[in-house]
């Protein structure tokens, strides 16, 4: 309701940040609503709303300590986040490239480290806070990866797949360790939480109705809650349970221990998603990684024993065990349209890195440059080409006028310059690098003109026709 803007300052600027700091305050909880996410008080008589206008928000997070509140967007694929004691709430996306249905999100609170699942790249990542060094943890085994949970004081994390084969797995933090928990009498496995005092994992799942509990290695499942409608996000806090039911369209609570004393906590909440608990506590715990990132270079991430160092995805760590090498030394470099990417040939996992390269709108060909680390490639919507470092910085346009249809392209890395096709005008062209001396190679007897490719040691150049006679 409009009264409930108004009451965003008074509780998400100041008062929940007051309420967050004293001992005696209120507990809240964190949720997506698809349009927006909100903020309720576990009474569930006050709500307000943190941010809104969004597409399709799924799943939440936050980091107590810096009063920041995460969320995915599975419609603009997008992790984004904003903070909750600004005027304005201003949003700001921390990973916007490489996600189609990022459906799980969690927050490292101790190391400051984001995780997240995608159901559609079957993938689980993590990344710094500000979606930095990115690192793919897993890519096999996975068909629908949907909640996450971590418990970063045991440098343990759990997850939830739903598809043809539902299970519960745990790893390190890190990678290591994997183990199915739980693969049987599953369905829809959607909200997961784990319960540190109460040593136990909690999961709500919409097929079998049943919120379950079991130990943390999965031993000792037991039935809490049946039947449950659809239940979709989980969160613990104190000695309850809440969750978020798509079938009511309600937030619900129950005893965590025994099921028991189930309540309404707030209906009428239609686009209902994940939830999280703001809890004080949440925020404690020893780092494993100490003061000085663990001598990482980039990543520390924690596991059961301790900590290990790792890369960004496809670059190698050093022989010393906490150094990352600079970039990839061998990679596939391909366009799709309106991305960039880069495959690392230095390690197993072979996942496609986006380079950040700004303004793409119809990339069809490409070619780098070794010697300065140049990106060149055309733009067929834009009818430019350009240029960029291979961390997608330094952009600018090489050839900007000219041009109908650049399909092919090639650098002549020994006497730098750089050829390319143009199968509107049916020419091949030929300039410096940096766009000078152009020239007119070839205009006659071209029908379709595309791909093209020099041999700068012999002389020669070759390219492909797809017109009429091909």
Known sequence: PPRLLGLLFLLAASGLRCNLGSAGASPLLLFANRRDVRLVDAGGVESTIVVSGLEDAAAVDFLYSQGVIYWTDVSEEAIKQTYFNQSGNVVQNVIVSGLVSPDGLACDWIGKKLYWTDSETNRIEV????????????????????????DPAHGYMYWTDWGENAK?????????????????NLGWPNGLAVDKTGSQLLWADAHTERIEAADLNGANRRTLLSPVQHPYGLTLLDSYIYWTDWQTRSIH????????????????????????????????????CGMKNGGCSHLCLPNP???????????????????????????????????????????????????????????????YDSVDGKIYYTDVFLDVIRRADLNGSHMETVIGQGLKTTDGLAVDWVARNLYWTDTGRNTI????????????????????????????????LFWTDWGHIA
């Open 305 to 367: 024993e301790g900590f290990s160092c790792a890369c960004p995805t496809g670059i190698q760590l050093k022989n010393d065990e906490q150094t990352c090498d600079p970039s990839p030394e061998t990679y596939l470099l391909f366009s799709s349209r309106g991305s960039i990417r880069r495959i690392s040939l230095d390690t197993s996992d072979h996942t496609d890195v986006h380079v950040p390269v700004p303004e793409l709108n119809n990339v069809i060909s490409l070619d």
């Open 127 to 150: 990344a710094n806070l500000n979606g930095t060094s990115r690192k793919v943890l897993f890519w096999q085994d996975l068909d629908q990866p949907r909640a996450i949970a971590l």
């Open 253 to 288: 609570r129950a005893d965590k221990d025994t099921g028991a004393n189930v309540i309404l906590v707030r209906a009428n909440l239609p686009g209902l998603m994940d939830i999280q608990a703001v809890d004080r506590e949440h925020s404690l715990g020893a780092n494993k």
């Open 429 to 460: 062209e030929v300039a410096r690098l940096d766009g000078s001396c152009r020239k007119v190679l070839i205009n006659n007897s071209l029908d379709e003109p595309r791909a093209i490719a020099v041999f700068p040691r012999k002389g020669y």
């Open 168 to 184: 519960l797995e745990r790893a390190g933090m890190d990678g290591s360790h994997r183990m199915v928990l739980i693969n049987n």
